[in-house]
């Protein structure tokens, strides 16, 4: 069974950076599409970013320019480096997987990913 961990959130300052690790097993990892969704309180789950089995990146507007997902395929890791934060970033960030079928417009959708993480809370403070 695959499993997620991720590691790496806590307390920052508004314009500050953090960077987000999510440690993979149980699954050829390179075969899989990765991403990072995120959850505020009394919010939806919603798409923050993913990366292609090939290394296509995608993201959500609202962190085009601050954020950059990565993957280390010979680690089975992924990471997510986020700059400029700000505190509407405040959420619990999730990382998941799913086979990589190729229909890139899926990547955007939580249904899409069958493997979760347990999250990582990241708190931006003004």
């Known amino acids: 069974q695959v499993q997620l961990v991720e590691s790496g959130g806590g307390l920052v300052q508004a314009g500050g950076s953090l960077r987000l690790s999510c440690a993979a097993s149980?699954?050829?990892?390179?075969?899989?599409?990765l991403a990072w969704f995120r959850q505020a309180p009394g919010k939806e789950r919603e798409f923050v970013a993913a990366?292609?089995?090939?290394?296509?990146?995608y993201y959500a507007d609202s962190v085009k320019g601050r954020f950059t997902i990565s993957r280390n395929n010979a680690e089975n890791t992924m990471y997510l480096q986020m700059n400029s934060l700000k505190p509407e970033d405040t959420a619990v960030y999730s990382c998941?997987?799913?086979?990589?079928?190729?229909?890139?417009?899926?990547?955007?959708?939580?249904?899409?990913?069958?493997?979760w993480g347990q999250g990582t809370q990241v708190t931006v403070s003004s």
């Open positions: 990366i292609s089995s090939i290394g296509g990146t």
């Open positions: 998941a997987a799913q086979h990589d079928w190729g229909s890139t417009n899926a990547y955007y959708t939580r249904g899409h990913y069958i493997y």
């Open positions: 149980g699954r050829i990892f390179s075969s899989d599409v």
